[in-house]
């Protein structure tokens, strides 16, 4: 018997989606910049032709890599220290979420601090790996706490007190031990609920590539200073807007009274629970396979669209080098038209988020996970098949634009299916961190493969990282095919 979560208020329902829209932010922030950090601040300048000069691609590749590495090894850890941490009565996701966010606060300062060392951007891209894994680990854990709590969207209509029946108010003291006892199903509106996220999550990222992202050059109009140090206060300001989500997340966010079944169990028995319980169960490995797919989607847009614009404006000539541009921002265009074009992914994101939390719950997840993966099929190739170049691409025409749509549109199908799938599943709630742990580690593996692999190939093929996420997607559509076909077999 799992028992109702009581009292979750419409102010613990906004932190909650609180937490992914300013996480999401962060690590676009981060990723968007990363390749105009590498040239500015780090001062390495791309010569096509030389073979003595460090690819951006490579570098860029390297610390997705080691992000990832960070990520999938401290995931389950984390899963499994919620476990035991609510199962000791303290609320485990609340504490792991928000002090996440001091540690992406250091990161960030680090970065402002740093000057021409690369290993030390490695460093801080671990420690910031390490604030983002506890971050966005928990949100699959709170949508579980959310789906089996006594929250009603009807508690939004905070000026309405009448939301609670008089009759249910007068007998609440009396018989609370009753409805205590009954077993809690997931909510049918699961998916409706992760939809909402998938909504915070997108004005997130719009939040970023329209404010955060253009802080540089923002800074350097209002300063007339170069986009070094622009930069730099860029990243000393996204530092102060983390320690102000730390300080929200840790006052507003749910936190359970008590915890009705106790358990001695570790964290790595709960951890161990969780991976023998997803060798048996479909849903979770079918939740997983969609983390690794949705992560990398996410990852991807955000990282090699702006590399790609920059691989353009640097061929034509319009990102000058400091030495013949004294005194001026380099590479200001591309800058502000990676951060457009971004930016339609995200919106499309945002806008059919709705969408996929409605099909979720009428057509069912898996449906909803099989179309988004279809979407991701042609929005990849399409992108990466249409150019008979390897090493050149315009940006700025319409199929572009469409396509990147259709990629966003496939990311935030992918986000909000495989979280309603995992958070949905019954008889599970005891060892959801540790399961959102795993879920974490298989999407991490994906963005694994896409920023190492994807960064070696980027140097040739400047739009072979979306061919590999295209093979994601039929990966995704297979596996998911396997699992309707084996359900629909006869048992002999």
């Known amino acids: 018997m799992i028992p109702k979560l009581r009292n979750y208020t419409a102010v613990n329902y906004a932190a909650f989606n609180y ?87 250091l990161a960030l300062l680090g970065y402002a601090l740093n000057d021409n060392l690369v290993p ?73 609920l992760a939809a909402v996220m998938g909504i915070a999550t997108g004005l997130g990222a719009i939040f970023s590539v329209s404010t955060l992202v253009t802080l540089p050059v923002k800074f350097a109009d209002w300063s007339q200073s170069d986009l070094k140090s622009s930069l730099k206060s860029s990243y000393i300001t996204v530092m102060g807007f983390a320690l102000i989500s730390f300080a929200l997340l840790f006052t507003l966010l749910y936190k359970p009274k008590k915890q009705v079944e106790e358990t001695r169990y570790g964290t790595y028995q709960f951890l161990r629970e969780g991976i023998n319980f997803s060798k048996g169960n479909k849903e979770a490995q079918l939740a997983f396979v969609g983390a690794f797919v ?43 038209f990676s951060a457009i074009l971004t930016g339609v992914a995200q919106t499309v994101a945002l806008v059919s988020a709705p969408f996929w939390g409605y099909l979720g719950d009428s057509a069912g997840k898996f449906r909803s996970l099989g179309l988004a993966g279809l979407f991701g099929v042609v929005g990849n190739f399409g992108l990466s098949l249409v150019n008979t170049h390897l090493s050149d691409y315009n940006p700025k025409t319409v199929w572009c634009f469409v396509a990147v749509s259709i990629i966003g549109l496939s990311q935030i199908g992918l986000i909000i299916s495989s979280m309603s799938i995992l958070s949905g599943i019954d008889n ?47 990966v995704l559509l297979t596996v998911l095919y396997r699992k309707e076909t084996s359900e629909r077999e006869p048992r002999v």
Request: charged share 15%; glycine share 12%; net charge negative.
């Open 120 to 192: 030390m951007m490695f460093i801080l891209r671990g420690i910031f790996a390490l604030g983002v894994t506890g971050c966005m680990s928990m949100v699959t854990v709170m949508l579980n706490q959310l789906s089996i709590s006594d929250f009603v969207f009807a508690k939004l209509l905070f000026w309405r007190a009448q939301y609670q029946p008089v009759d249910s108010r007068e007998r609440e003291g009396q018989g609370e031990e009753e409805e205590e006892e009954q077993e809690t199903v997931v909510s049918p509106k699961n998916s409706n």
């Open 428 to 474: 599970a709630h005891q060892i959801m961190g540790s399961l959102s742990g795993l879920y974490s580690f298989a999407g991490g593996l994906g963005i694994m493969i896409i920023t190492l692999v994807g960064g070696l190939i980027a140097d040739v093929w400047i739009l072979g990282p979306f061919f590999i996420l295209g093979l994601f997607n039929v």
């Open 19 to 105: 937490a992914g829209f300013s996480c999401i932010a962060i690590i676009v922030f981060l990723i968007s910049t990363q390749p105009f950090y590498i040239t500015e601040v780090i001062g390495i300048q791309p010569k096509p032709g030389s073979t003595k000069d460090t690819k951006i691609g490579y570098i860029v590749g390297g610390l997705g890599f080691f992000d990832e590495v960070v990520s999938m090894s401290t995931a389950p850890i984390l899963g499994g220290i919620n476990d035991r941490l609510s199962s000791s009565g303290v609320a485990g996701a609340r504490t792991i979420q928000s002090f996440s966010f001091i540690v992406i606060a």
């Open 294 to 336: 949705a992560r990398s989607t996410t990852v991807a847009t955000s990282l090699y669209i702006p590399l790609v614009v920059y691989n353009w404006y640097y061929n034509i000539g319009e990102c000058k080098t400091k030495d013949n541009w004294a005194g001026k921002m380099t590479c200001y265009d591309g800058y502000v």
